[in-house]
């Protein structure tokens, strides 16, 4: 009992932890660090909040965002005081440097960018916790569509990360990647090659920073071969209105991935195209270098949507099958693991489906 006690405390630290790193809104922080004191935020959480998430940057080089963090500690003592519990000396003394600091510029107003950390927690897994830094726009009403981590793009990464076998060993290209998280996932789980693509530039150079801070930036890829490690990703201008056949075939990509990509009836058509030139591939000479079984697998391409508006996704349903796609619905027979259960905020995964796309020609 005192051992399931501490289980369930120790994971809603590491929740509180991964809640804050990712900028979560600030109900759910004061929400898990009630849950981590039993029921209101007591000294003891305060202290794990001042060590482990302000002060994570001085170990871990994890450096949280100046405004954020100050709304939080503000946020923090008004639930403490509203409880007459006893804050801390040291959250009063941050909430003091925060008030008094050069940054202090009491709005929000004019900052667009922010860098969320968001770790997957797959330590149930048997593997080990990670974090993936990635710069974006700070909520989904600020900034441009490719600079919000959107929520299929978290159920994909999940559903990678829980079935890594499936990518290992493949060349995976994804299509409008956004901020590119699914890509530093495809790399983690090993993909033989990952290309990102976006059709909108700015997008495609904040994706590059983002690989860049996760130290896959595709211009490293030739001295990392050197050294004989096996990352690479690249990334590529791909808008699927006026890409080329030509442009897309030197890819043969055995995976195609994309995250939220069904929203815009116009570009359903041209989304289609691009994903039936992928998907009706044949083997070619270039397959002579493969390992049979990817030699004569055939393409496949996975797509997690949320379904905003049923008609977009019928037009969708109907360019496919003129296209003569297959489309599997896979959300409840592959459901992938829970490894982001502290992002209750900002990621629904009811709401998110999972589709298998493959060529019937
Ligand atoms: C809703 S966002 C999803 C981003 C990312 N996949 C995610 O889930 O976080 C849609 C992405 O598709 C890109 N996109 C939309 N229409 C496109 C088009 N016609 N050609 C290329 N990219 C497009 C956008 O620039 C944006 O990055």
């Known amino acids: 009992?005192?051992?399931?006690?501490?289980?369930?405390?120790?994971?809603?630290?590491?929740?509180?932890k991964a809640a804050f790193l990712a900028m979560e809104q600030s109900v759910n922080i004061i929400d898990l660090a009630r849950k981590c004191g039993g029921g209101y935020v007591s000294e003891g959480v305060q202290f794990f909040f001042l060590e482990h998430c302000?002060?994570?940057?001085?170990?871990?080089?994890f450096e949280p965002d100046f405004i954020y963090a100050r709304n939080i500690v503000k946020k923090i003592?008004?639930?403490?005081?509203?409880?007459?519990?006893?804050?801390?000396?040291?959250l009063y003394e941050q909430l003091a440097h925060y008030m008094s600091s050069f940054q202090d510029n009491t709005s929000h107003n004019g900052r667009s960018r922010v860098v969320k950390h968001i770790t997957f927690l797959t330590?149930?897994?048997?593997?080990?916790?990670?974090?993936?830094?990635?710069?974006?726009?700070?909520?989904?009403?600020?900034?441009?569509?490719?600079?919000?981590?959107?929520?299929?793009s978290l159920f994909l990464s999940e559903f990678i990360l829980t079935?890594?076998?499936?990518?290992?060993?493949?060349?995976?290209?994804?299509?409008?990647?956004?901020?590119?998280?699914v890509g530093?996932?495809?790399?983690?789980?090993?993909?033989?090659?990952?290309?990102v693509s976006d059709g909108d530039l700015s997008t495609l150079e904040n994706m590059k920073l983002n690989l860049d801070l996760n130290k896959l930036q595709s211009e490293r890829t030739a001295v990392s071969q050197r050294?004989?490690?096996?990352?690479?990703?690249?990334?590529?201008?791909?808008?699927?209105?006026?890409?080329?056949?030509?442009?897309l075939e030197v890819h043969q990509p055995d995976i195609i991935l994309g995250a939220d990509v069904i929203y815009n009836p116009s570009c359903v058509p041209h989304l289609i195209r691009l994903l039936s030139i992928f998907l009706t591939r044949r083997s070619s000479n270039d397959d002579t270098n493969k390992n049979e079984e990817c030699r004569f697998s055939p393409p496949v391409a996975f797509i997690a949507t949320v379904i905003r508006n049923v008609e977009t996704f019928n037009y969708f349903l109907k360019h496919a099958a003129e296209a003569h796609l297959t489309i599997i619905d896979i959300t409840e027979t592959n459901k992938p693991h829970s490894f982001l259960p502290y992002m209750v905020s900002t990621y629904n995964r009811a709401n998110v489906r999972l589709y298998k796309l493959l060529s019937h020609i």
């Not at 149930?124 to 490719?146: A, H, K, R, W, Y």
């Not at 530093?184 to 290309?195: G, H, Q, R, T, W």
Request: negative net charge; charged residues 20%; hydrophobic residues 35%.
């Open 1 to 16: 009992m005192v051992g399931r006690k501490y289980d369930f405390l120790g994971r809603q630290f590491s929740y509180l």
């Open 227 to 247: 050294l004989n490690e096996t990352v690479s990703v690249k990334c590529k201008h791909v808008p699927w209105e006026t890409i080329s056949e030509k442009e």
């Open 184 to 195: 530093v996932v495809l790399n983690k789980v090993k993909a033989s090659e990952v290309i």
């Open 77 to 90: 003592i008004i639930a403490v005081e509203s409880n007459h519990g006893t804050v801390v000396d040291g």
């Open 163 to 181: 079935y890594p076998n499936i990518f290992s060993n493949k060349c995976c290209f994804e299509i409008g990647s956004g901020v590119g998280l």
């Open 123 to 152: 330590d149930d897994d048997g593997l080990e916790n990670f974090s993936i830094p990635l710069q974006c726009s700070e909520n989904m009403l600020e900034g441009d569509t490719g600079c919000v981590i959107w929520p299929s």
């Open 54 to 61: 302000l002060n994570s940057g001085i170990h871990e080089g």
